[in-house]
Structures are given as structure tokens and as C-alpha cells.
């Protein structure tokens, strides 16, 4: 298990973080370093594989379980599957992301979360989306082929 730090807002710009602050006994404006566990794998796999873009993530979307385990993914549940953490800085910027809690978003490096649960970031994709498999039947201009 490794760690991550984050800064606890400040008092006035959250009604959360002033209870909190108030509770551990600190002013609005102190700064506070908030230490998150991380875990690593319990499997200890090495994820080796770079993903090459965007493209290359919408492929991942009907690929088979036994592949998507191969490279590293891990389930969440029947059709959700979570990105390996050591693909954080390769996820295309803007690329869809749906989260564990169902919320489709857009991947921004450095502003998209990148804790990590048993290795796996907290969002990926869901497998056999229909407006996937359509677009690697076309070309970049959008013509079938």
C-alpha cells in the first residue's frame, strides 16, 4: 500500500470542510495535508502495456474478458471495466470515462482523479457499446469500410 496527500479545502469554501476543521481543531485558513491510502494489486501483475490512443481504448470496448483481464482491466461489475492505474497518463484527454457510480464524464490529465483501488482507477468503460463497434467499421473521414 502506498500513499497519496491531499489539501482539505478551505473553511469558507465548504460547509464539509469547515466541520472537519472544526472537529480536528484547526481555523478555516490553516492548511491541512490529507493523507488517502492507495493500493496496489493484490494479484501483482505487471501492467506493461502502453495504450497508443484513442483508438486504441475504443477497440478495448469489444474486446473479450479474457483480453481485458490479460492487459491488466479488472470488472466491475457485468459490463463496467475499470482501467489498470498505470494507464492514468495515457487515457486520451477529453476520451469518455464512465465511473463506478454509473457517471459518464470526459478524461482531463491532472484534473480527472487518479486514486486507485487494487491497482485500478476508479473509471473505464462499458463493454459493447453500439456507437463504438460503428465507428471502428469506418475510416477517419467516417465512410464504412
Known amino acids: 500500500m502506498s500513499e497519496e496527500s491531499a489539501i482539505l479545502e478551505f473553511g469558507d469554501v465548504s460547509e464539509l470542510a469547515h466541520k472537519i476543521r472544526e ?47 490479460d492487459l491488466g482491466m479488472q470488472p466491475w461489475d457485468d ?17 469518455e470515462i464512465v465511473d463506478i457510480n454509473g457517471k459518464i464524464g470526459s478524461f482531463h490529465k491532472g484534473k480527472t482523479d487518479d486514486d486507485r483501488r487494487y491497482g485500478a482507477l476508479a473509471y473505464g468503460f462499458k463493454v459493447g457499446n453500439i456507437e463504438t463497434e460503428q465507428a471502428l467499421k469506418e475510416d477517419d473521414n467516417g465512410k464504412e469500410v
Open 23 to 69: 472537529l480536528i481543531g484547526v481555523g478555516d485558513f490553516e492548511p491541512v495535508k490529507v493523507l488517502l491510502p492507495q493500493f496496489d494489486r493484490i494479484d501483482n501483475m505487471a501492467v506493461l502495456i502502453k495504450p497508443k490512443n484513442a483508438k486504441w481504448f475504443d477497440t478495448l470496448k469489444t474486446a473479450p474478458p479474457s483480453i481485458l483481464r
Open 79 to 95: 459490463d463496467l471495466w475499470l482501467y489498470p492505474a498505470e494507464w492514468y497518463d495515457y487515457i486520451p484527454e477529453d476520451y
